[in-house]
């Protein structure tokens, strides 16, 4: 008898997005002539075009793989070296990251989820609230956890929940707290909240990750969206984190390569976790033996095209794609904060987090900015229960769909 990994059956099916769609759908279905006027704010993916520094040096790898004398097959699992020494130079310069500590991968999605295969069982996770929702689905599905309650909850799971009274930037446990976490995932800046921590606040997640043996999973996608230059855009920036953290990032939100896939993770080599025995094994060694089993590399011309975002060119455009989504951000923003509205994020991050008028439950709110504005937001209350009341405005867009965004807004609140 082939029996299954039960723990898939205690995923709460797939809720946000689908749910987002569903209502989408029979809103358009409900109402044709309205469909046309539908602005979508809610995925957060890119909508500008790839850099041309970056499709240049795709078109350029294309080439050399129709040549013998060039041709590549199979890369090394763990990322060119020339795209491995460009993101520590430019990215970890004076950081103390070696570029055999980065290895090269499709996405961070699939890092982040794929972590875990190097991680014991019985670990405690711990996880804002709201969240990523990748964290927590692939908790559940490699048997990190229990079932969900009825908020959606998972048993055995640490939340840390993110509000107002916090700036959506989670505290570190009490010395008192009757669970220590062993695995924290961190993301700064956030999504869905665009809350971004401090030196002091990533300080303080260092020093309890030292005094607990944890290890700090730190996503680090929207680095690139920082603007304020005392925020950290690193773990690494935090004296000790070498020993207690390793880092994603991903070209997707800052060279717009979600669609042609490429991220890496920094795995120090002094980052160790315990056998069942107690031995300290390094957490490099077993990523590297679990990367090159399960991963072939990423394609050659996609490592050309990311090591090109890194180029004077490359770095002159991605720099305006950020001006350009930063520049949505602020509008955002503002329109919000001059409906008298509660609103977070949209600074240092993509991400524009709102609290909903008049009491409204973030799905209220969705259904409300659909049926009246034709404007699709994300309800909060879908990255976790500590998101109910606010919603999440994404900057990713055209600035003429965000100029009419802010106009609708405030028609409709107004
Ligand atoms: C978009 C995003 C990523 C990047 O994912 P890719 O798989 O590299 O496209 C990682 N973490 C968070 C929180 C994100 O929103």
């Given at each position: 008898m082939a029996t299954i990994?039960?723990?898939?059956?205690?995923?709460?099916?797939?809720?946000?997005f689908p749910e987002i769609a569903r209502r989408v759908k029979a809103y358009t279905e409900a109402n044709p002539d309205k469909a046309g006027r539908i602005i979508r704010c809610g995925i957060g993916d890119v909508t500008e075009p790839l850099p041309s520094a970056v499709r240049e040096a795709m078109h350029a790898a294309i080439d050399e793989q129709g040549d013998r004398a060039t041709f590549k097959g199979y890369g090394p699992e763990q990322g060119y070296e020339f795209l491995r020494q460009a993101i520590v130079d430019n990215q970890?310069?004076?950081?103390?990251?070696?570029?055999?500590?980065v290895f090269i991968s499709d996405g961070s999605k699939c890092d982040t989820g794929n972590i875990l295969d190097i991680f014991g069982k019985g670990n405690v996770i711990a996880i804002t609230d709201?969240?990523?929702?990748v964290y927590v689905d692939t908790n559940v599905m490699a048997g990190n956890t229990g079932d969900a309650d009825e908020k959606g909850a998972y048993a055995g799971l640490l939340y840390l929940e993110c509000n107002a009274a916090n700036g959506f930037v989670a505290e570190v446990p009490s010395e008192k707290a009757d669970k220590k976490a062993d695995l924290i995932y961190l993301c700064f800046p956030?999504?869905?909240?665009g809350a971004v921590a401090t030196r002091a606040q990533l300080e303080a997640w260092v020093a309890y990750a030292k005094a607990n043996d944890a290890i700090i999973l730190f996503d680090?996608?929207?680095?690139?969206?920082?603007?304020?230059?005392?925020?950290?855009?690193?773990?690494?920036?935090?004296?000790?984190?070498?020993?207690c953290a390793m880092e994603f990032r991903s070209f997707s939100k800052n060279g717009g390569f979600t669609g042609i896939r490429c991220a890496y993770v920094v795995i120090p080599k002094t980052l160790t976790g315990a056998s069942d025995t107690g031995e300290r094994i390094p957490l490099h060694q077993l990523w590297s033996r679990r990367h090159s089993t399960k991963f072939n590399g990423a394609s050659y011309p996609v490592q050309k095209g990311a090591a090109a975002v890194f180029s004077e060119e490359g770095k002159q455009q991605v720099a305006e794609l950020i001006e350009h989504y930063m520049g949505n951000a602020k509008l955002l923003r503002e329109a919000c904060l001059s409906l008298g509205l509660e609103v977070f994020g949209g600074i240092n991050a993509p991400y524009v987090w709102v609290g909903c008028p008049d009491g409204l439950t973030s799905w209220e709110m969705f259904d409300k900015m659909l049926g009246e504005a034709q404007v699709v937001i994300t309800p909060?209350?879908?990255?976790?229960?500590?998101?109910?009341g606010y919603f999440r405005i994404s900057a990713f867009n055209s600035r003429a769909n965000v100029l009419e965004v802010c106009e609708r807004l405030k028609t409709l609140i107004a």
């Open positions: 990994n039960s723990n898939f059956l205690k995923l709460k099916a797939g809720y946000l970890y310069a004076s950081l103390g990251i070696s570029a055999d500590e709201p969240v990523y929702p956030n999504n869905p909240t680090a996608a929207y680095e690139a969206f920082i603007q304020d230059p005392e925020i950290p855009r690193s773990i690494f920036e935090i004296e000790g984190a070498r020993d909060g209350s879908g990255f976790g229960s500590a998101g109910e």
